[in-house]
């Protein structure tokens, strides 16, 4: 009993300080299998996401931030990839503008949008914000954004490509890397703290494809561009920018 109380103690202690335990033990670097072809879906979902699901019941709003930036159709085009996975998902606004993207340029491709849809640290923070906590749409306290983002796509006819994943970001990439899923974009946008940001640039980054570029939003938060800033330095990769995204590409 006393040794726990003791341990809570240091544990706040350090914190407080700056430290935890997952700094101490550094990010996790998920060992990839491969580099799988073919479709994600099959593997992710034994029934279609979208069957039987009707749109009408949820607001038509695909908002989102930094969703319709032009960085996303100019990647497309000079990338051509034949796998997305994007990061943080929301309403499906950002993904919904990749799609558009892959169909401008004729490129036939899926997009894996991996997010618990239960909403980011600043999606809490204040419950009377109505574009962010109000977005959530809770049930019995349990947020629905799952089923705006559904419905979102649905009327925007995108089903064939994207593809739900609604897990924690950390749980998909060490998933993908289990089953050897690597893409030629990934889209980070999901947590925006840094110690988070940081953890999804080393989770992440060995599952762009060679010659794949790994890009994110929201530069001018101190979380994101703290957490790039570290990983690139470590890395020895350069940061570049294309409109608002930040980007890190593969040697
Ligand atoms: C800024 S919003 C994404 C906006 C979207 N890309 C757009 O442009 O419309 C951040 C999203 O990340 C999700 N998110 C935050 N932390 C996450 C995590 N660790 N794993 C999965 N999703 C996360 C939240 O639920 C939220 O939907």
Known sequence: MLKTQLQTLLKGLAYRCGFSLRKLRGAKRFEVTGDRAGRVRPLLHQVDPYEGFDPTAWPDDASGWGSDSPAF?????QVRPRRIIEVGTWKGGSALTMAAGLDEAGIEAEIICVDTWLGALEMWEDLDDPTRHGSLHLRHGYPTLYYTFLANIVRAGHTETITPFPVPSITAAQWCSLHGIKADLIYLDGSHEEEDVYQDLVAWWDLVREGGVLFGDDWSWDGVRMAVQRFA????????????????RTP
């Open 233 to 248: 330095g470590e890395q020895r990769l350069s940061i570049t920018h294309r409109h608002d995204k930040w980007e890190l």
């Open 73 to 77: 159709g100019e990647l497309i085009a």
